[in-house]
């Protein structure tokens, strides 16, 4: 399993490296690309510094090297700005490119599966149910967290937060950012609970 792991985590990081890279030689608004990528780069040194100590699930390396390329994909373009997210706003008739949801969901989705694991091998709490609640916790407390740092970015940069807020005119934004972090917590729990289970079990054999 480990070994499975190393490989899947070598393989992720060579990804993100050359996304990085490539995203980081002209995006449109730099500033908000460091804002945004800033995550992945402090996470990845994080996932080999921890990897023998205390290596991850399969499922959880691949689900943070896919939030990480929705955020260096979001640094690289914008969120408001993000080709694909024209794509989904003109086929669904949004009024708005949802790219940014899309972020924000996976802001949800794989913090929840990482809370979970942790909370899980740690044996932190008892009970599925507990489980279920301090995770979504969590989620919500990142979320919120992120949103205050959305904040502070507008109050320090006034005009020129724009590109890393990406509201486009919506005043309900930061309550809806958090609902879709809700929603990807949720999902991840109902869809890939099972599967992590297993994969932690056979990580603890």
């Known amino acids: 399993m480990q070994a499975v792991n190393a490989k ?42 921890t990897f023998r100590r205390f290596p991850l699930t399969t499922l959880l390396y691949v689900a943070i090297v896919l ?3 929705v955020l260096i994909v979001g640094g690289a373009y914008t969120y408001a700005r993000v080709p694909i997210g024209f794509e989904i706003q003109h086929l669904f008739g949004f009024a708005r490119n949802p790219y940014d949801k899309i972020g924000h969901f996976m802001q949800g989705f794989v913090p929840a599966l990482v809370a979970r694991e942790i909370l899980i091998r740690g044996e932190f709490v008892r009970g599925a149910r507990m489980l279920a609640f301090l995770v979504l916790c969590v989620v919500l407390a990142i979320s919120a967290t992120y949103e205050l740092i959305e904040w502070a970015a507008a109050v320090a940069m006034g005009q020129g937060a724009d590109e890393f807020l990406g509201t486009q005119g919506d005043e309900w934004d930061s309550q809806s950012d958090m609902l879709f972090a809700t929603i990807g917590g949720v999902a991840a729990l109902l869809l890939l609970s099972g599967s992590q289970d297993r994969q932690i079990r056979a990580l603890q054999r």
Do not use: C, K, N
């Open 67 to 69: 939030h990480s390329l």
């Open 8 to 49: 899947v985590l070598g393989v992720g990081s060579i990804i993100l490296i050359v996304a990085l890279v490539v995203s980081g030689l002209q995006p449109y608004d730099r500033a908000t690309w460091i804002m945004e990528v800033l995550p992945v780069m402090i996470a990845l040194p994080i996932l080999w510094f």
